[in-house]
């Protein structure tokens, strides 16, 4: 018998799948949908404190091998995204909100707003790539990091994971100083930073010039990221980047993450990627007599 159940700190997950934050989770009726469709928990959409309108089209470009993005944040803001939040709470998976801020007390307030609208977690967006003074420059900067982690830990009993950049040179300073300020788990990795050039008009084809890639090609790149933490924190780590099938994740797990996070492959493969990928890491797990997650966690060290 193969058990893919695990856990993130205090946080229990039937099976290791959860919906990424940014696809398909701006409204009550999508999230369901994924969460009927076997996703294991939900990450919403990144909300900040007023509505944000995100940038001018085009904001997406399908690519051979993964997709970019520079959607620039659009939401409803905390207040009206609430309201989405509070139709899921008889739901028996657990919702993480997402949250972007530029301060510490941004942040707080929005933690405060979520936990009060009854998620179950926490995750700090602190590496979109194309949101000016709302991205990398906050994940960047260890002090500040430190300030926002130990500020929303001081004012929510909530767990909080801290999703971090590919984008930066000192992840294991990073992921140190969130540990050391009392995160619950690191989630590994936001997209990377990306560009197109349309060759008959020599000019970006993003409105907002350089975007996010993500899906199937920077997968060797989130799975350097989840080892190199594992390496530099004790904390649990959830591995997002690129996981479109069973073997993908498990890749993930013998790097170090305890649970996966699924976007891009949403579009490639419907809503129903989250059931076959589980399908898939059993069948593996049974070929290769493995009967738990935590078997496969960090395999890659031993
Ligand atoms: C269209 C789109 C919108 C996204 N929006 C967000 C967001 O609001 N907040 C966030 O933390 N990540 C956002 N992401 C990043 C994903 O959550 C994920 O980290 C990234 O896409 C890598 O995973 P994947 O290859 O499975 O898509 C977005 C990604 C895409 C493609």
């Known amino acids: ?32 949908r994924m969460i009927d469709c076997g996703a294991g928990a939900i990450v919403t959409k990144s909300i900040g404190l007023k509505p944000r309108e995100g940038y001018a089209n085009p904001t997406v470009i399908e690519l051979d091998h993964g ?42 307030s929005l933690a405060q707003k979520m936990q009060q609208f009854g998620a179950n977690a926490i995750e700090l967006n602190v590496s979109c790539p194309h949101a000016k003074h709302y ?51 690191i989630v590994a990795i936001n997209t990377v930073k990306a560009m197109k050039i349309n060759l008959e008009t020599a000019r970006p084809v993003l409105a907002n010039k350089t975007g996010g890639y ?35 994740a498990i890749e993930y797990f013998m790097a170090g993450a305890s649970a996966v996070q699924i976007g891009s492959a949403v579009y490639y493969r419907g809503p129903e990627v989250f059931k076959s990928v589980c399908d898939e890491i059993k069948t593996w797990m049974k070929n290769h007599r493995y009967t738990k997650i935590t078997e496969l966690i960090g395999a890659a060290f031993r």
């Open 214 to 248: 993500s899906g199937k090609a920077i997968k060797p790149i989130g799975v350097r990221c989840v080892y190199d933490i594992a390496q530099a924190v004790d904390l649990p780590i959830i591995g997002v980047g690129g996981i479109t099938t069973g073997e993908d």
């Open 135 to 185: 991205g990398l420059e906050v994940g960047c900067d260890p002090d500040l990091l430190q300030k926002i982690v130990s500020s929303v830990k001081q004012h929510v009993s909530l767990p909080v994971f801290v999703k971090v950049s590919p984008n930066i040179m000192n992840l294991a300073e990073i992921v140190q100083s969130i540990e050391e300020a009392g995160a619950d788990a």
């Open 1 to 32: 018998m193969v058990d893919i159940s695990t856990s993130i700190g205090p946080l229990q997950l039937k099976n290791p799948t959860m919906l990424a934050s940014g696809i398909m989770d701006e409204d009550a009726g999508s999230m369901q």
């Open 67 to 108: 997709i970019l993005n520079a959607m620039g944040l659009p939401n409803p803001g905390i207040e009206l995204h609430g309201d989405e939040i509070k139709k899921l709470r008889a739901t028996n998976v657990p919702i993480i909100g997402s949250i972007y801020g530029a301060d510490a007390n941004e942040f707080v």
